[in-house]
T-cell receptor, first 109, second 115 residues
């Protein structure tokens, strides 16, 4: 199986920046996803990285370093609606998708 | 275009009862899957299917059955419910399995309690 680690909780202030780290160990690698999940709702797709570097999508950016087994999700200009759980998920060499336990981000006014 | 539809949204069972969670998608997705989500744990794959007539086991398949007779439907059956199966269940689909960039569309979830 895969080993995916991310912090359990993070708190930040409205308008600030938060960086959610994800480290992984996997047999083979075919990409890394970030999903957002609001309480009581389904996860929704945020980003996908398969090559090293930074992918930017509006206020959200995702970074990948394959050699370090490391990714981060950067949330800029935080808004109250960004309070949610953020799930890191890794696609292994046999194209199986494994999820981390998720990081709950709380945005305070 | 409804996406992925799961029913029921909530269910309470007694130990030993059986039931079926329904999942249907109208996006012509080949790949469908069932996950369970428990506090403090990531989404764990129960069963998946890469096309009609084809199913395979995921990480935690024991106690669950699936079938895929059509592209649209992928029901999950609990054979004899146990308290350990109390969880939130998500059905998810994507265009194809077996690729890296396989963006999943999730259903709204089914919250199951087994007493």
């Amino acid at each position: 199986g895969q080993n995916i680690d991310q912090p359990t909780e993070m708190t930040a202030t409205e308008g600030a920046i938060v960086q959610i780290n994800c480290t992984y160990q996997t047999s083979g690698f075919n990409g890394l996803f970030w999903y957002q999940q609001h309480a009581g709702e389904a996860p929704t797709f945020l980003s996908y990285n398969v090559l090293d570097g930074l992918e930017e999508k509006g206020r959200f950016s995702s970074f990948l370093s394959r050699s370090k087994g490391y990714s981060y999700l950067l949330l800029k200009e935080l808004q109250m609606k960004d309070s949610a759980s953020y799930l890191c998920a890794v696609v292994s060499g046999d194209y199986k998708l494994s999820f981390g336990a998720g990081t709950t981000v709380t945005v305070r006014a | 275009n409804a996406g992925v539809t799961q029913t029921p949204k909530f269910q309470v069972l007694k130990t030993g009862q059986s039931m079926t969670l329904q999942c249907a998608q109208d996006m012509n997705h080949e790949y469908m899957s069932w996950y369970r989500q428990d506090p403090g744990m990531g989404l764990r794959l129960i069963h998946y299917s890469v096309g009609a007539g084809i199913t395979d086991q995921g990480e935690v398949p024991n106690g669950y059955n699936v079938s895929r007779s059509t592209t649209e439907d992928f029901p999950l059956r609990l054979l004899s419910a146990a308290p350990s199966q109390t969880s939130v269940y998500f059905c998810a689909s994507s265009l194809y399995g077996g690729t890296g960039a396989n963006v999943l569309t999730f259903g709204a979830g089914s919250r199951l309690t087994v007493l």
